[in-house]
């Protein structure tokens, strides 16, 4: 099952700028989360929309912010960028019903320099 | 607040040998619990979850409440496990469907 793509696969930002993630997710996936892995780490949740409202938030800043579309498409923002946001970002869906395990895209590797 | 404690970054083992990866958690509920592996320059994908009660590639994982474990077993290793291993938690409902994943547990399986 690879119903979950990311763009672009690789990206390196200065800091200070802003960057847009993307993330198309399989028809019928409701759910969508963000999480953000750094080298060596598990990943982190950023932020989850259902419906394209969100509805859960991690321990994460206002400069993250997300969208999600009706399409099953969905983005994920970052302003004013620091090095810290260096990092592997994930996006994930899934069904509403049983099962509840997600699916995962294959990321997007984001470099600030 | 959801928890989950993977205490061994790195396990190696020899192949044919029995595996077991560790994994606690803390929750104020019903979690589903699930293992994630990540192979060399692979997407992370689904290895089990605990309310299906399958075996996936001779994995098992038993859900322990008591002891809120959720330990990732296999009675003989092979060299294609050798892979990042994550134990991950999720609420039912809404905003707890998030998941919360450990640190991982890096496996290899050595010939």
């Known amino acids: 099952e690879t119903g979950v793509t990311q763009s672009p696969t690789h990206l390196i930002k200065t800091r200070g700028q802003q960057v847009t993630l993307r993330c198309s997710s399989q028809s019928g996936h409701n759910t969508v989360s963000w999480y953000q892995q750094a080298l060596g780490q598990g990943p982190q949740f950023i932020f989850q929309?259902?419906?394209?409202?969100?509805?859960g938030r991690g321990n994460f800043p206002p400069r993250f912010s997300g969208l999600q579309f009706p399409n099953y498409s969905s983005e994920l923002n970052v302003n004013a960028l620091e090095l810290d946001d260096s990092a592997l970002y994930l996006c994930?869906?899934?069904?509403?019903?049983?099962?509840?395990?997600?699916?995962f895209g294959s990321g997007t590797r984001l470099t600030v320099v | 607040a959801q928890r989950v404690t993977q205490p061994e970054k790195l396990l190696s083992v020899f192949k044919g040998a029995p595996v077991e990866l560790k994994c606690n958690y803390s929750?104020?509920?019903?979690?589903?619990l699930f293992w994630y592996v990540q192979y060399s320059r692979q997407r992370l994908q689904l290895l089990l979850r605990?309310?299906s009660r399958e075996s996936i590639k001779g994995f098992t994982a038993d859900l322990n409440k008591g002891e809120t474990s959720f330990h990732l077993k296999k009675p003989f290793a092979q060299e294609e496990d050798s892979a990042m291993y994550y134990c991950?938690?999720?609420?039912?409902?809404?905003?707890?469907?998030?998941?919360?994943f450990g640190e991982g547990t890096q496996l290899t399986v050595n010939p």
């Open positions: 991950a938690l999720s609420g039912l409902k809404g905003s707890g469907s998030r998941l919360t």
């Open positions: 994930a869906s899934r069904w509403e019903v049983l099962p509840y395990g997600y699916t």
């Open positions: 929309y259902y419906r394209e409202e969100e509805n």
């Open positions: 929750y104020s509920g019903s979690p589903e």
């Open positions: 605990h309310i």
